[in-house]
């Protein structure tokens, strides 16, 4: 730095996450980078050495919002400058990769700008400010794999170290008309068996028993194995056979074309699979799956879902939807709705769609208004909720096996995971933490659950 301001021995570091669980990850893998160097997590960014904005590109504004929280953070370093402390000032993520020229330009007090295939090399260009001062723009997409060169000891991201992600597969082929992802985060690739094998058993070592695996595409899944290949269900298999402890698995986010009978199967043959799918549609409408780019038809969606519950009649689902793409019509939309009451989510994501620049779909004619996006979304999201609240109401009555994670808020009471991955409230002993205990389910709440500890047939207690 070119001030006469230090960095203290032991770093505060503040890491600022937004998007999907890929970025939840990435930043606790951040964290593992930076430890050796000193840096820890702190609360506050008042009290931080070095702040890294992690950002997505996903949806609007993007990039407004950056700058808009980089006027914050640099008001912040001023104040810290004040007392003579440094700070230095990151944007990782999707808006980094996409925009980083542009974003330096804008703001030229950002230190570092990485995208996130970079992040392995935090600390040369840490060492490179501190040496030569100026500021470092890192966005390729480097020969070496990120995950090679990561510490060993990924550290669990939440929940008490019960539960954590787990990045398998990276990058997207499929180029849907409306989507980012393929020029951010680049073409699809898997990590090899191995390498996550060892990083599930060091969590799994450290107390964790719910495993997330990730990836933009996680069921296209195929890494090294041995002579050839392994695809998701084999390395599912492989993680039940291999790591006794581990209790639970589940998979985010699946793309519908990749759903192979092999994957469908393996949640009636592997029982570490809980009963809960993550499978995107966007739309119910034929016309607009094509303009999109989505590779299968609305009644192709349906035929999964029923060889779906075919092996495993319980499986809770989830979906994204789009409304308003260029092109959808009221009939369209309809075609939605359609396929929404057909299959009952037990909950979804739905967004308005957002022209994002250089994707096919922004150029495109025929973009829907912005208030009539607007009242299909309010539709949607109107029967999706209803949907909801009726899969947690259906609950109600039944005993299910719930992982506790913590201490819940009011006193006495501890709070768990369902096998559908609702949070659970019920009272009990802050030393079932970590175990999983049948809980009778007794009241429905709109993004959760309340119980009782169920000890045996018939006895609540
Ligand atoms: N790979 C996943 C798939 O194919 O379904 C989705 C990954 S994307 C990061 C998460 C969700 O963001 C998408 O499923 C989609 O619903 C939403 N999304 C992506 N681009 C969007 C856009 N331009 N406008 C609105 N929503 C968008
Ligand atoms: Fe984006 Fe489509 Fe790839 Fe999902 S499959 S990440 S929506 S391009």
């Known amino acids: 730095m070119p001030e006469q301001i230090s960095f203290s021995p032991s770093r505060g570091l503040h890491i600022i996450t937004w998007g999907c669980q890929m970025n939840v990850y990435d930043s606790a893998r951040m964290a593992d980078v ?12 008042d009290n931080a050495d070095m702040i890294i904005l992690n950002t997505c590109h996903i949806r609007e504004r993007a990039a407004e919002k950056v700058f808009s929280e980089l006027g914050r953070l640099r008001q912040i370093r001023e104040a810290r400058k004040l007392e003579g402390k440094a700070t230095l000032i990151a ?8 925009e980083g020229k542009e974003l330096l330009a804008r703001a030229p007090y950002v230190d570092l700008v990485l995208g996130p295939q970079t992040y392995h090399r935090l600390p040369e260009m840490v060492a490179r400010i501190a040496r030569a001062g100026g500021n470092v723009i890192d966005t390729d997409f480097p020969v070496e794999s990120k995950f090679d060169l990561l510490p060993e000891e990924a550290a669990p991201q939440n929940e008490g170290n019960l539960t954590a992600f787990l990045t398998i597969q990276e990058g997207c082929d499929k180029f849907c008309s409306f989507c980012v992802v393929p020029y951010t985060r680049g073409a699809e690739t898997s990590r090899p068996v191995e390498s996550i094998l060892a990083e599930a058993e060091r969590l799994v070592a450290s107390g964790v028993k719910e495993i997330t695996l990730l990836g933009q595409n996680v069921n296209a899944y195929h890494g090294d194995w041995k002579d050839g290949t392994a695809s998701l269900p084999k390395l599912a298999a492989i993680l039940h056979e291999t790591i ?3 209790k639970r698995l589940r998979y985010i986010t699946s793309h519908p074309r990749d759903m192979e009978q092999a994957l469908i199967d393996a949640h009636r043959d592997n029982p570490i699979f809980m009963p809960y799918l993550h499978l995107p ?3 119910g409408s034929d016309k607009v799956l094509k303009a999109m780019n989505r590779g299968h038809t609305a009644d192709e969606y349906r035929d999964i879902i029923r060889r779906l519950r075919a092996v495993r009649s319980d499986i809770a689902l989830t979906s994204d939807f ?4 260029p092109g959808e019509t009221d009939e369209d939309f309809e075609a939605t709705m359609q396929l929404v009451r057909d299959i009952r989510f037990a909950s979804a994501y739905s967004f308005k769609y957002s022209q994002r620049p250089g994707t096919p779909a922004a150029g495109q004619p025929f973009q829907v208004a912005e208030d009539v996006k607007e009242k299909r979304l309010a539709v949607l999201q109107a029967l999706l909720r209803e949907q909801q ?3 947690n109401a259906s609950l109600v009555g039944t005993v299910q096996d719930i992982l506790v994670t913590g201490i819940g808020r009011k006193p006495g009471q501890l709070n768990g995971r369902s096998p559908y991955l609702q949070p659970v409230h019920f009272d009990g002993d802050p030393s079932l933490i970590g175990q999983i205990i049948r809980v009778h389910i007794t009241a429905p709440f709109t993004n959760s659950l309340g119980g009782h500890l169920y000890e045996q047939e018939g006895t609540a207690v």
């Open 34 to 45: 930076l430890r050796p160097l000193g840096y820890s997590p702190v609360d506050l960014p």
């Open 91 to 98: 944007v990782a993520g999707c808006v980094a990769q996409a």
């Open 244 to 246: 006794p402890d581990l």
């Open 281 to 283: 549609v966007q739309s």
């Open 322 to 325: 789009i409304v308003g793409h």
């Open 389 to 391: 609240d009726a899969f």
